[in-house]
C-alpha cells in the first residue's frame, strides 16, 4: 500500500522569504500523480498544484512550485515570496493512476505541515 | 457559482442518535467521496462514489453509510454504530478519475456527547 509522509509537523517563515515543505512517498507504481493542498484556519482544502509522475519538468503555480525527485520519491513544496495569507495547514497527496476496483481515483494523504508565516 | 456545498457547518447530537450530512455539487463532477479528518491527522476516506447507485467503502467506512441517487448529493449517515463520530468531515468531488485532483467542499464539524 501506498503511504506518504510529511516530516515536518510545523514549520515558520518570514514573510517575503522562501520557505520548502517536505514531502515523501512509498509506492511501487511508476505511474501517479501528486498533489499539494492548502488547508487555511476556515478548513476547506484548497488544491495548491499537481504533478504527474511521468512528467519529469516540475510544476510551478506562480509562487509555488514543487522539486520532483522521482527516483528518491521526494515531492518537496517551495512558496517563494511568503505573504500572510499563506498560513495554513499544507498536505502534501497521492493518487494512483491504476484502477484498482473502482479506487483510482482515491487520494492518500500525509498529516500535514503547519505553516506560520511571520510578519 | 459553481461549487460543493456542505450543510450545517457546525452539527451537534446526541449520543446514540444517527446524524446525516449533506454534500451537494454542481460541478457536474462524477465521483464523490467522504473525509474524516481528526486533529493531527491527514484525511481518512470513508465512502466514495464514481456513479450514480454506485459506491464503495473506504478506509474507515465502519459506523457510517452514503446513497447516491442522484449525481449533485452525497450524503452522509454518521449511524450510533460509529464508536468516535466527533471530527471535521469534508466532501469532495472529481471530474472523472480525478487526474486533475479533487475539490472539497467547506466541511461539517460534528460533535456528539
Known amino acids: 500500500a501506498q503511504t506518504v509522509t510529511q516530516s515536518q509537523p510545523e514549520m515558520s517563515v518570514q514573510e517575503a522569504e522562501t520557505v520548502t515543505l517536505s514531502c515523501t512517498y512509498d509506492?511501487?507504481?511508476?505511474?501517479?500523480?501528486l498533489f499539494w493542498y492548502k488547508q487555511p484556519p476556515s478548513r476547506q482544502m484548497i488544491l495548491v498544484i499537481r504533478q504527474e509522475a511521468y512528467k519529469q519538468q516540475n510544476a510551478t503555480e506562480n509562487r509555488f512550485s514543487v522539486n520532483f525527485q522521482k527516483a528518491a520519491k521526494s515531492f518537496s513544496l517551495k512558496i517563494s515570496d511568503s505573504q500572510l495569507g499563506d498560513a495554513a495547514m499544507y498536505f502534501c497527496a497521492y493518487r494512483s493512476a491504476t484502477n484498482y476496483g473502482g479506487s483510482q481515483g482515491n487520494l492518500i494523504f500525509g498529516k500535514g505541515t503547519k505553516l506560520s508565516v511571520k510578519p | 457559482d459553481g461549487g460543493i456545498t456542505q450543510s450545517p457547518k457546525y452539527l451537534f447530537r446526541k449520543e446514540g442518535q444517527n446524524v446525516t450530512l449533506s454534500c451537494e455539487q454542481n460541478l457536474n463532477h462524477d465521483a464523490m467521496y467522504w473525509y474524516r479528518q481528526d486533529p493531527g491527522q491527514g484525511l481518512r476516506l470513508i465512502y466514495y462514489s464514481q456513479i450514480v447507485n454506485d459506491f464503495q467503502k473506504g478506509d474507515i467506512a465502519e459506523g457510517y453509510s452514503v446513497s447516491r441517487e442522484k449525481k449533485e448529493s452525497f450524503p452522509l449517515t454518521v449511524t450510533s454504530a460509529q464508536k468516535n463520530p466527533t471530527a471535521f468531515y469534508l466532501c469532495a468531488s472529481s471530474f472523472g478519475g480525478g487526474d486533475w485532483g479533487q475539490y472539497f467542499g467547506p466541511g461539517t464539524r460534528l460533535t456528539v456527547t
Open positions: 509506492t511501487s507504481e511508476s505511474d501517479y500523480y
